[in-house]
């Protein structure tokens, strides 16, 4: 599936020249509610919940990606205000997970005993999975990532691009700065039968498209 990750001019640049996505820590997303999306009346369960998400901070962390490129707002928040780049990957199926939108908060369950939460790995899985529904602008998917397993370096985790992660586009925002050539410069010394475009905006629509008056020879 082509997916879409947002990034400033220049991470997106040392991700091209790196091959490879940082991964996103979970105590470090945007939205709060990130993994305590639970229904949590139970003060005991608050807490035991709270010490669960950070345990599976120390283990796990999430690549973000969209399912497209068009939406202004992705470009606002994610891409350094239009001044950014999209990646745009190919990535398998199986890989991804597709984000669910909702305006109810899931139900976990807790050992009575031990105060652990039960299956907690499909708990987990089902909680990635899990936003308020005023995100779904985002149509968002993610890809897990094991950190004991991911390239480090200055404290920070990578997953390196493979044959589950190619790159196949990459996409200039409205106001980037980054000259043209210099990326496809970049581009072609790293991979083959990649695009490389600027966005620009629609005529009639609130939506990003590709401004076509960048394309070779025009």
């Not at 640049?13 to 639970?38: G, M, S, T, Y």
């Not at 010490?51 to 690549?63: A, P, R, S, Y």
């Not at 105060?115 to 308020?132: A, E, G, W």
Request: glycine fraction near 4%; hydrophobic fraction near 40%; include cysteine.
């Amino acid at each position: 599936m082509r997916v879409y990750h947002f990034t400033s001019a220049k991470y997106a640049v040392e991700d091209i020249q790196n091959q490879r996505l940082k991964i996103a820590r979970i105590n470090e997303l945007n939205d709060p509610f990130e993994l305590l999306a639970a229904d949590l009346l139970d003060k005991r369960d608050r807490q035991a919940f709270a010490k669960f998400k950070n345990q599976m901070n120390e283990k796990f962390g999430i690549v973000c990606f969209s399912g497209s490129w068009e939406s202004p707002l992705l470009w606002g928040h994610y891409a350094d205000r239009h001044m950014g780049i999209a990646l745009g990957f190919d990535v398998a199926d199986e890989k991804l997970i597709e984000v669910n939108y909702t305006t109810m908060r899931p139900k976990v369950k807790f050992d009575q005993q031990t105060r652990k939460v039960i299956n907690s790995l499909q708990v987990l899985d089902s909680l990635i999975r899990t936003k308020f529904n005023e995100w779904q602008y985002e149509n968002e998917y993610r890809m897990y990532a094991q950190l004991d397993k991911a390239e480090q370096k200055d404290k920070l985790s990578f997953i390196k691009f493979s044959e589950d992660l190619i790159l196949r586009e990459v996409i200039l925002g409205i106001n980037c700065v980054k000259p043209m050539q210099e990326l496809r410069k970049l581009v072609s010394a790293k991979f083959s039968k990649v695009k490389v475009v600027k966005a620009g905006m629609a005529l009639r629509k609130f939506k990003v498209i590709e401004d076509r008056s960048f394309r070779e020879g025009i």
